[in-house]
């Protein structure tokens, strides 16, 4: 071959492989960054990590996960016996995923394919479109009410082809939750061959006294799926950790096509350890709470400036910039003070900044800096 046919980059698009055109406009996954424009590293609040790290049980247990050289446990067994035991669980009903993100993916993969609909709701988990448009479904997405989940617009948005319904509660981006009715009521109002995948990453932020009944609902309802992560508050985000219950057909349709060894030995090791320190859980809950309830409020008090952070469940706050100051200005203004946070207007909110809730000295200081610039830009 010669150098020129290498290079050649005008061959026609027949002479090789044409992905299916489904797969050709997915738009990739952003994540969030952890360095500025010129490489910097930034204190990363972008992602929704936690601040607190992870507990010292799962770091010390990721030293000794056993013999790399031999397979993991194709079944996580150890770990999901230890999920069913804190959740009150039959461990048949759950199945671990590399990330809930596999599990997401899975779900939709089972239960959709062309000619089929996916339905969530506008700005709901960037990965829902992914996942619909990777099996070749049609992402639908139905109207929000100021930024939440609107359960009336949802339920009026199904139609004959809907197969898959995501809810993520707390959503991402927006922080936003619906509370146990009104899950109850959306539950209620799908035919019942339709699965509700109820995404409840930031479940553990939620006051115990909010709790949404998803569990309730995947117990006993054939068509309710509840994926959850230790990705958010139980700091293990490195290492690819999600897991879900439902009905027992579901949670087998899942596991037949999820990998075969989807969680590596630190993975299971790692889990393992931070489902036995719920300490470490409640202390992240704790602070998480109290920093998110200051951060909002200084926050609130920028209102005069059109600031307006959206009432949130979750571990970040989603912040709209009505006024002079633009969210496009706060987010590059933040970096310049060393703090990367996630600016979403891929995701349609370009008016909008996610700032993760960190440690209490980061979170004055960007209060101090939001409420400087928005003096200045008046
Ligand atoms: C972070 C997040 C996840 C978790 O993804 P993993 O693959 O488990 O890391 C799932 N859903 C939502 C809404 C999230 O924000």
């Known amino acids: 071959m010669t150098e020129t046919s290498m290079t050649e980059t005008s061959l026609p698009a027949v002479d090789r492989p044409q992905p299916k055109p489904w797969i050709a406009a997915i738009h990739p996954y952003v994540p969030g960054k952890s360095t500025g424009t010129d490489g910097k590293v930034l204190i990363k609040l972008s992602a929704n990590e936690n601040p607190l790290g992870t507990s010292p049980l799962a770091e010390a247990a990721r030293h000794v996960a056993g013999d790399q050289a031999r397979y993991p446990d194709p079944d996580s067994v150890a770990l999901r016996t230890a999920l069913g035991a804190l959740h009150a669980i039959a461990p048949d009903r759950i199945v671990m995923g590399t990330g809930s993100d596999e599990l997401l993916n899975l779900a939709a993969q089972a239960f959709a394919g062309p000619g089929d609909e996916v339905l969530y709701v506008r700005y709901g988990f960037s990965v829902y479109d992914i996942a619909a448009r990777r099996c070749g479904a049609a992402p639908v997405v139905a109207p929000d009410r100021d930024y939440g989940t609107d359960v009336d617009a949802l339920l009026a948005a199904v139609t004959p082809a809907t197969r898959v319904v995501f809810l993520a509660n707390p959503n991402n981006p927006t922080g936003s939750y619906i509370g146990r009715d009104a899950v109850a009521r959306l539950h209620a109002g799908l035919r019942s061959d339709i699965l509700l995948v109820i995404d409840q990453a930031y479940a553990e932020y939620v006051a115990p006294g909010d709790d949404d009944g998803a569990l309730d609902l995947a117990a006993r309802a054939a068509n309710v799926l509840v994926t959850r992560t230790f990705s958010k508050i139980y700091g293990l985000a490195g290492e690819r950790v999600g897991w879900a219950t439902g009905d027992a057909a579901l949670i087998d349709m899942l596991g037949r096509i999820r990998g075969p060894f989807n969680l590596s030995l630190s993975a299971q090791a790692t889990a393992l350890a931070a489902v036995g320190d719920q300490d470490f859980?409640?202390?992240?809950?704790?602070?998480?709470?109290?920093?998110?309830?200051?951060?909002?409020?200084?926050?609130?008090?920028?209102?005069?400036?059109?600031?307006?952070?959206?009432?949130?469940?979750?571990?970040?706050?989603?912040?709209?910039?009505?006024?002079?100051?633009?969210?496009?200005?706060?987010?590059?203004?933040?970096?310049?003070?060393?703090?990367?946070?996630?600016?979403?207007?891929?995701?349609?909110?370009?008016?909008?900044?996610?700032?993760?809730?960190?440690?209490?000295?980061?979170?004055?200081?960007?209060?101090?800096?939001?409420?400087r610039l928005a003096g200045e830009a008046a």
Not at 339 to 351: H, K, N, S, V
């Open 281 to 371: 859980v409640l202390r992240s809950r704790d602070h998480n709470a109290r920093e998110r309830a200051r951060f909002a409020a200084a926050i609130a008090a920028l209102g005069n400036h059109g600031l307006r952070p959206l009432p949130s469940e979750a571990n970040f706050v989603l912040i709209e910039f009505g006024g002079a100051l633009s969210a496009e200005a706060a987010y590059r203004a933040l970096m310049d003070h060393g703090y990367i946070t996630r600016w979403l207007p891929g995701q349609g909110l370009p008016q909008c900044l996610r700032i993760t809730i960190g440690t209490a000295e980061q979170m004055d200081h960007i209060a101090g800096v939001l409420a």
